[in-house]
Nanobody, 122 residues
Framework: QVQLVESGGGLVQPGDSLRLSCAASRRTFSSYAMGWFRQAPGKEREFVAATSWSSGRTSFADSVKGRFTISRDNARNTVYLQMNSLKPEDTAVYYC???????????????WGQGTQVTVSS
């Protein structure tokens, strides 16, 4: 079992930045990768970004490329999602998840956090 705790969400204005954190209770073979997903009201959950713990391989959704970065602190079992140039359409609940590979497919992830709200509004 892996517990995930997200933090860092909040209310910001368009163009602002936020950094989300996701701390994992432990890393296992099945938690090779950590991904971020988001779900806006009335919409399906969508992939945002993912990274592997070991190789540092990353993947981003086209909608966030160039604005979001993902990094990790292996010693703290923590992954960060740095979100810059935020737009109103980035408003959603953001979830982190761990799984065996870097992929945009949510079904591949085994454990999920509780989510943190990000609201971008003027």
């Amino acid at each position: 079992q892996v517990q995930l705790v997200e933090s860092g969400g909040g209310l910001v204005q368009p163009g602002d930045s936020l950094r989300l954190s996701c701390a994992a209770s432990r890393r296992t073979f099945s938690s090779y990768a950590m991904g971020w997903f988001r779900q806006a009201p009335g919409k399906e959950r969508e992939f945002v970004a993912a990274t592997s713990w070991s190789s540092g391989r990353t993947s981003f959704a086209d909608s966030v490329k160039g604005r979001f970065t993902i990094s990790r602190d292996n010693a703290r079992n923590t992954v960060y999602l740095q979100m810059n140039s935020l737009k109103p359409e980035d408003t959603a609940v953001y979830y982190c998840a761990v799984g065996p590979k870097v992929t945009a497919t949510s079904d591949a992830y085994n454990y999920w956090g509780q989510g943190t709200q990000v609201t971008v509004s003027s």
